[in-house]
């Protein structure tokens, strides 16, 4: 897999080539294999097909369709370029597959679901590869919040800002109810400001004024508080998250396809869309916002306090 990313990265960061996610996704794609009853993804005899790269592990279980994303990129999984390759490589093979209806995303890193975007890819780097990783972090977005399948995150750690988009971007989110895991779009305190499809998607789930106050103080939220301003939907026991996240699939995979589908393009097509047709002015946004010499120097001084709290 590591020589494949480095060609994929390519193809996902050269203008002239149609981009991953101009494939139809959520909106016009053609439905999934009907459900039948629901069924208790516990209880069946089925075979587990699982793939990996360096930094994701995928299990498909073959019989109920739900397939597990597990986060695998020490220390804290950070969204690093290679990382948001890797993983749109994975999301896409599944996506492909049309034996598979649903997907979990979790980290198999403990007390941490994602740090985020990874900030040494944001600190003085080239022009061409600021653009080569905005557009890997848009082409994630676009995938997950734009996929057809049930998406659902199981928040087994803390998850600020690019982590929390992440989770943001799924069909339903369950936390595990430790009050030291913290969640939110903690940006503002980077001296940075979350781009407005960050914005949009924070929005469509908590609402306007909680997104609001939490966004311009840049919360990182605990997890009892992350469910009473509905950030997550619900909190469970570490020890119960995984069964609780294909339960809850098995639940949404029990409707129709095509009435869930529709109905999730009808709701979230227009935040899409904004995206999709500002993506290049997105990235030129984004390369003239963070070459300012005064959000480098925030960002430089953020991971200095980051590494003076370890020692
Ligand atoms: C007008 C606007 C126009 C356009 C928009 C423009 C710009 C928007 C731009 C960017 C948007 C960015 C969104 C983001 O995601 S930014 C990332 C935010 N992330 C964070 O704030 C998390 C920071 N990390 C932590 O809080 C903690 O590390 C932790 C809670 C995740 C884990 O704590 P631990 O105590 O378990 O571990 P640490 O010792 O702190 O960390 C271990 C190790 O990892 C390094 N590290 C942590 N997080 C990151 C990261 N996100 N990127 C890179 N590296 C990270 C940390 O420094 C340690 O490294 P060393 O071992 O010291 O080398």
């Avoid at 397939?67 to 599944?94: G, Q, W, Y």
């Amino acid at each position: 897999m590591a020589a494949v990313a480095p060609t994929l990265a390519r193809r996902i960061a050269r203008p002239g080539m149609l981009p991953l996610c101009s494939r139809p996704q959520a909106w016009g794609r053609a439905a999934r294999q009907s459900p039948g009853l629901p069924r208790a993804p516990s209880l069946l005899l089925t075979q587990r097909r699982a793939f990996s790269n360096n930094k994701i592990l995928v299990e498909l279980d073959e019989g109920s369709g739900i397939a597990t994303m597990k986060l695998k990129s020490p220390p804290v999984n950070s969204l690093s370029l290679d990382f948001l390759t890797e993983f749109c490589i994975s999301l896409e093979k599944l996506e492909n597959n049309r034996g598979c209806r649903g997907v979990i995303f979790t980290s198999a890193i403990p007390k941490i679901f994602s740090s985020g975007l990874d900030i040494t890819e944001m600190c003085r780097k080239s022009t061409e590869h600021y653009a080569e990783f905005w557009r890997a972090v848009q082409e994630m977005w676009l995938r997950v919040y734009g996929s057809n399948m049930v998406t659902v995150a199981a928040i087994n750690g803390s998850s600020p800002a690019g982590g929390c988009l992440l989770a943001l971007s799924c069909d339903y989110r369950i936390m595990a109810e430790n009050p030291k895991f913290s969640i939110g779009l903690n940006e503002a305190q980077l001296g940075i400001v979350a781009p407005f499809w960050f914005k949009d998607t924070f929005v469509n789930v908590v609402g306007h004024r909680v997104a609001e106050r939490s966004l311009q103080l840049g919360c990182l939220h605990s997890a009892p508080e992350a469910l009473r301003i509905g950030l997550v939907d619900e909190l469970v026991p570490e020890e119960k998250l995984q069964d609780k996240a294909a339960a809850v699939i098995a639940q949404w995979l029990a409707l129709p396809d095509h009435a869930r589908q529709l109905t999730k393009s009808m709701m979230r097509k227009l935040v899409l869309d904004r995206l999709v047709a500002h993506r290049e002015e997105d990235i030129q946004n984004f390369i003239s916002f963070i070459t300012k010499e005064s959000i480098q120097k925030s960002l430089h001084m953020y991971m200095e306090m980051l590494k003076k709290k370890k020692g």
